[in-house]
T-cell receptor, first 113, second 113 residues
Framework: EPEVTQTPSHQVTQMGQEVILRCVPI?????FYWYRQILGQKVEFLVS????????KSEIFDDQFSVERPDGSNFTLKIRSTKLEDSAMYFC???????????FGPGTRLTVL | DQQVKQNSPSLSVQEGRISILNCDYT??????FLWYKKYPAEGPTFLIS?????DKNEDGRFTVFLNKSAKHLSLHIVPSQPGDSAVYFC????????????FGQGTELSVKP
């Protein structure tokens, strides 16, 4: 069964450093998403991406964040200058259509020191 | 953002009995609802969904009921099994929001043998 994969599983970084989180969505899916879950809190939407453009973004997704689909398989989330409060689990998801079920990857745990 | 609420943080059920997990929402524009199951340090796993044009959807042991007038949905698991022990999230989306899912806080289900 096809699945969403994410790398790395755990990333530790110093405050102010740039990080790139990587995702490989399910191959025939066209819509891609990033969510995050701060420990003990809800899963929160960050951004959706379709046809090489951002479709929707939350207020969390400020100028420090960017997304890219650099090739036909990868989907990345970049945080330009990490803050302590960026520490969270980051989940990538994909769906075939924008109104379809989203399938989630296993997550990347980001720890900012 | 309290648009989707799961008011019970935890639920304990005996194996073989029915588990009922509840979810309330406030946004009348939501037209698609999903239930995800999540284990610690893993991504959400899709369980079952329902469109706002239906009031019930069934898949094996899992049934989701939607009451649009009450803005309430519930997930029934019958019979409950110890392997069902996990955190269950309901999520909702509106057609015009780029696939953005709004999650509830989650309910931790414990099924005791």
């Amino acid at each position: 069964e096809p699945e969403v994969t994410q790398t790395p599983s755990h990333q530790v970084t110093q405050m102010g450093q740039e990080v790139i989180l990587r995702c490989v969505p399910i191959s025939n899916h066209l819509y891609f998403y990033w969510y995050r879950q701060i420990l003990g809190q809800k899963v929160e939407f960050l951004v959706s991406f379709y046809n090489n453009e951002i479709s929707e973004k939350s207020e969390i997704f400020d100028d420090q964040f960017s997304v890219e689909r650099p090739d036909g398989s990868n989907f990345t989330l970049k945080i330009r200058s990490t803050k302590l409060e960026d520490s969270a689990m980051y989940f990538c998801a994909s769906s075939r259509l924008g109104t379809d079920t989203q399938y989630f990857g296993p997550g990347t745990r980001l720890t900012v020191l | 953002d309290q648009q989707v609420k799961q008011n019970s943080p935890s639920l304990s059920v005996q194996e073989g009995r029915i588990s009922i997990l509840n979810c309330d929402y406030t946004n009348s524009m939501f037209d698609y609802f999903l239930w995800y199951k999540k284990y610690p340090a893993e991504g959400p796993t899709f369980l079952i969904s329902i469109s706002s044009i239906k009031d019930k959807n069934e898949d094996g042991r899992f049934t989701v009921f939607l009451n649009k007038s009450a803005k309430h949905l519930s997930l029934h698991i019958v019979p409950s099994q110890p392997g069902d022990s996990a955190v269950y999230f309901c999520a909702a989306s509106a057609n015009n929001q780029g696939g953005k899912l709004i999650f509830g806080q989650g309910t931790e289900l414990s099924v005791k043998p």
